[in-house]
Every structure is written in structure tokens, then in C-alpha cells.
């Protein structure tokens, strides 16, 4: 085990990939892996792609001929065509002279199991414990593979008969694992990149719209579907995506029931999508990129920056019903909650410094969500205090405009019916 990442100046990466170099190329090796813990909703190798076809041997090569072109992108590390030969074991033919003699293969298989694996004679109870009997071949007898060949097989008639002269043996391989899905065989092809050499989505783009129909064209009836941290990632966006929507719905439902107005609920809600821009602002200061933890920061962010634009619809609505003109309730909601409005904002972002701030390395994959928070609502706060006013003026005017055509639309109609009067 390494050390603490704080007690150390290498990370756990850097340490594998050193680690890899040092290793170099091994000579027959089938697969190696070289692989370090990440913190934070990882999933799945960043490149996992699963073959699908009804053919084992189809399969085989399409996922021979997939690991093939992997190699050929700069950057792309610890490939694994998916495929593993298996463990070894003897694959045994029944000739015509064993069969005459009535042997079957079940006949074959058990005798053979026997010989080597061995037959349960007796099973006694002592205590708690069931000791079975074995019965088989001496050890010395069980080592070599020689026994195989001269092993008397036992004939229904009672008679015996050489292995080799009753039945073909032929070295073959057990496959340790075969995965379906509907019904089809499948293998998974796998790799990593080395971070900064090779841009894994552009790797994965290439490989779906350039090696994938090349392949599909060669195996007929071959399919694929990507997996590991890709798939992971947009399941995971969809549904946050779906949960966001249904979040903003819920919002918009709540604040237009106290306001009775579906116009001022938009209002209050159009700080959100500046949060989001402020969001991006903090990333872009801090060197981060945009990952599913800020999105996750973006949604509540969602459910904050529509405080500040709440609090002053809210009291410039109270001043106009008090007989205040429209204007100057909103000028004078603006200076009263002003204050508020910025200890609030400003007391959020201080409240999450020390997260943004953290240098642990356990702490690292959360600072992304906090910058979405913290720069969203300053950024927000800004858009509140000067564009929420004009959209309340604009929303304003949109309304007596509608009244107005709706008044001219009625005098229109009353017209028309006073002179078919």
C-alpha cells in the first residue's frame, strides 16, 4: 500500500505510470493492467466497447481485430481485446471401435473423472463434519499426462479397452467465463489513455465513426454498445438532466401560486441560467473542467440564485399594492433588499472557500461542485440586482400591452355587433 497522498509528492497515477514504464514490454504475457484508485463517481475503464455476435469465433476476431486498431492511436495504453484462451483440458472424440463396444461419452468422462479426480466411495459423519472417501489413481500415476492414453476404459460387456484405442484426445481450452446478452455472446474491449497525450472522448468518437463500420461491414451480424465511464457518464447526465427539469417544473409551480402571475415566475427563475454562467467562470479560473459533479453543483445551484430574485419580486409587488407606482417600487425594493441580498450571496461563497481551497487529494473531486456553487451565486447576485428590475419593467409592460389588445379586440367585436344590430 502507498502512503497517504498528503505524505507523498507522487500521485497515485504518476506512481502507475512509472511503474508501467519500468515494467516495459513482457514477453507472452496475455493481459496487464497497471490501474490506480480514482476519488469521485468513476465507473468502468475510460474506453470499454462490448462486441456482441452469435459466433464465438466471429467474436474472437472482431474483438482481435478492434484491439488491432487500438494500437494505432496515439496515447491509448493497457489494451485488452476481452478474449482469454481459458484453462487447458483434453477434448475427447469417441472412435468407431470404442462406440461399437457401446462406449458412450458419458461412459468416457466419468471414468476419466474418476481416474484422476477420484469416485466417492463412502461419506461418514464425524461430529459436525462429513468426510467423503475419494477412490482414484496413486499420485505418482496422476502427474503425467501419459496415463491418459494407457487408461483402461471399461466396456459395458464388462470388458476393457485402452483409452487412446477408444476414443481421440486433443488439446484444447475451457473458457472461464462466457457472457450473454438477449441471448448473444459477448465480449467487452477495454483500454485507458495516458491523461494530456490522447483525449479519450475524440479516441472513442474515431473508433464509432471510423473502426466499428469498417468492422461491422467485415463480421456480418456483428453489433456493439459502449460502456465503462462514457456510459456511466451520460446515464448519469440524462437522469440528472430528467431530475433537474422535473426540479424546475416543481420550482416554477411553487413560486407562481404565491405570486399568482406566470409571467413573474420566469422573472424570479431567469437568474438560473446566469448561474450557470457564473458556474462556468469559476472553472475557468480555477483550471477545472466542466464534470458531473458540477453539474451536480449547477442543480443546487438552481434552487439558491432564485432567493435573491424571490426577495425582491416579492417586496416590489408588496410596495405596488400598498399604491406605490410601479417604477419606484421596484427602485425602492432594489435599496431596501440590497443589503440582504449581498450579506446572503457573499456568506454563501465565503462558507464554501474552504472547500474550493482544499488541497487534499480526498477532497479534490468536491471542489468542482463548490466552484459551481460559490460562483454561481456571486455571478447570479450581479444579474439579480441589475437585470431582474428590467425583466420585472419588461414583464410589466408585456401585461398592459396584452390588455390593450385584448380591450382592442373586444371594442372591435362590440362594434361588429352594434351594427348587425
Not at 464425524?126 to 505418482?140: C, F, H, K, W
Request: hydrophobic share 45%; charged share 20%.
Amino acid at each position: 500500500l502507498l502512503t497517504p497522498p498528503d505524505q507523498r509528492d507522487i500521485s497515485t497515477q504518476d506512481f502507475a505510470d512509472a511503474w508501467r514504464k519500468a515494467a516495459g514490454e513482457i514477453v507472452g504475457l496475455e493481459s496487464l493492467r497497471f490501474e490506480s484508485a480514482q476519488l469521485g463517481p468513476h465507473s468502468g475503464k475510460p474506453l470499454e466497447i462490448k462486441l456482441s455476435h452469435r459466433d464465438m469465433d466471429v467474436l474472437e476476431a472482431a474483438s482481435n481485430s478492434l484491439a488491432k486498431a487500438l494500437h494505432g492511436y496515439d496515447g491509448v495504453i493497457d489494451i485488452d481485446d476481452g478474449f482469454s484462451e481459458g484453462k487447458p483440458q483434453f477434448d475427447f472424440t469417441i472412435l468407431s471401435r470404442g462406440r461399437s463396444l457401446g462406449i458412450t461419452a458419458g461412459d468416457l468422462g466419468r471414468q476419466v473423472r474418476n481416474a484422476v479426480y477420484g469416485a466417492e466411495a463412502l461419506k461418514q459423519q464425524r461430529g459436525r463434519d462429513t468426510v467423503s472417501v475419494m477412490v482414484r489413481l496413486p499420485q505418482s500415476e496422476r502427474v503425467s499426462e501419459q496415463t491418459i492414453d494407457e487408461l483402461m476404459i471399461r466396456t459395458p460387456a464388462g470388458g476393457e479397452i485402452p483409452l487412446n484405442q477408444a476414443a481421440l484426445a486433443t488439446r484444447g481450452s475451457s473458457y472461464i467465463s462466457i457472457n450473454r446478452t438477449d441471448g448473444r455472446r459477448t465480449i467487452t474491449v477495454s483500454a485507458d489513455v495516458i491523461k494530456g497525450k490522447a483525449d479519450i472522448n475524440k479516441v472513442i468518437d474515431s473508433v464509432v465513426n471510423n473502426d466499428l463500420p469498417a468492422m461491422m461491414e467485415n463480421y456480418p451480424g456483428l453489433s456493439y454498445d459502449l460502456a465503462g465511464e462514457r456510459k456511466q457518464g451520460m446515464e448519469s447526465f440524462t437522469s440528472l438532466l430528467t431530475g433537474f427539469s422535473i426540479a424546475l417544473l416543481v420550482m416554477y409551480c411553487l413560486v407562481a401560486i404565491p405570486f399568482r402571475s406566470y409571467m413573474q415566475s420566469i422573472v424570479v427563475l431567469f437568474a438560473i441560467p446566469f448561474g450557470f454562467v457564473g458556474a462556468l467562470i469559476g472553472h475557468i479560473l480555477f483550471g477545472y473542467s466542466l464534470s458531473l459533479m458540477s453539474m451536480f453543483g449547477v442543480v443546487a445551484l438552481a434552487g439558491v440564485v432564485i432567493n435573491d430574485s424571490l426577495v425582491l419580486v416579492h417586496t416590489a409587488n408588496r410596495m405596488q399594492s400598498e399604491g406605490m407606482a410601479i417604477a419606484d417600487a421596484m427602485q425602492n425594493a432594489g435599496i431596501r433588499r440590497f443589503r440582504p441580498i449581498i450579506l446572503t450571496s457573499f456568506t454563501t461563497f465565503l462558507g464554501l472557500t474552504p472547500m474550493i481551497f482544499e488541497t487534499s487529494l480526498q477532497a479534490r473531486f468536491l471542489i468542482p461542485m463548490a466552484l459551481s456553487l460559490g460562483f454561481g451565486v456571486l455571478f447570479a447576485t450581479l444579474i439579480t440586482l441589475l437585470l431582474v428590475p428590467a425583466f420585472y419593467m419588461i414583464e410589466v409592460d408585456v401585461k398592459e400591452l396584452i390588455k390593450e389588445i385584448f380591450a382592442d379586440i373586444r371594442g372591435f367585436l362590440r362594434h361588429k355587433e352594434s351594427e348587425t344590430s
